[in-house]
Antibody, heavy 123, light 107 residues
């Protein structure tokens, strides 16, 4: 069974930095692309960033480009999201998701979701 | 960015009803269209991908169809556990955008 456990959320001031982590189990982590998807409580979903199995290709939503950095450590079955220069509009639940594909690109779908970690950006 | 627009935004239906939700893309997205189901307080779950491919563990009352820019999710006979919010998503081009969601309530 796919298990994804996120951590690193909390209350942060605007302009600060944080790193989210996601530890995966129940599948061969280095066989799949991985993503971060966020959801403002009670609202819709927004894809944030994704990365191929080997870190070779990655992408970001325009709203986070230049501020967020996705990375992974296959030896540790872990996915990360470095979030810099936080804004109040970054407040959301952040979900680590598993792709059904190995590569990052068209046809990406998320067949595994963590429980999420809540990031609250407020002064 | 490709805009995804769902209709209706909400609906109420009875057990046994046939329910259809529509998702329109602002440009053609080939076959890269998926549907997710989210129950209150739970995380989203992939339901259908590549327009019409149903996951093996999901009941056959769910089906997807469409092409080009207009896609539909159909529930042939609504069950109590089908309540919640349904989201469509395109994965044709980044950013991989979602529809705003359709909230389904059981009468």
């Amino acid at each position: 069974e796919v298990q994804l456990v996120e951590s690193g959320g909390g209350l942060f001031q605007p302009g600060r930095s944080l790193r989210l982590s996601c530890v995966a189990s129940g599948f061969r982590f280095d066989d799949y692309a991985m993503h971060w998807v966020r959801q403002i409580p009670g609202k819709g979903l927004e894809w944030v960033s994704g990365m191929s199995w080997n870190s070779a290709t990655k992408g970001y939503a325009d709203s986070v480009k230049g501020r967020f950095t996705i990375s992974r450590d296959n030896a540790k079955n872990s996915l990360y999201l470095q979030m810099n220069n936080l804004r109040t509009e970054d407040t959301a639940w952040y979900y680590c998701t598993k792709d059904i594909l190995t590569y990052y690109g068209s046809g990406t779908y998320y067949d595994g979701w963590g429980q999420g970690t809540l990031v609250n950006v407020s002064s | 960015d490709i805009q995804m627009t769902q209709s209706p935004s909400s609906l109420s239906a009875s057990v046994g009803d046939r329910v259809t939700i529509t998702c329109r893309a602002s440009q053609t997205i080939s076959s890269f269209l998926s549907w997710y189901h989210q129950r209150p307080g739970k995380v989203p779950k992939l339901l259908i991908y590549d327009i019409s491919r149903l996951r093996s563990e999901d009941p056959s009352r769910f089906s997807g169809s469409g092409s080009g820019t207009v896609f539909t999710l159909t529930i042939s006979s609504l069950q109590p556990e089908d309540f919640g919010t349904y989201f469509c998503q395109q994965s044709y081009d980044t950013p991989y955008t979602f529809g705003q969601g359709t909230k389904l309530e059981i009468k």
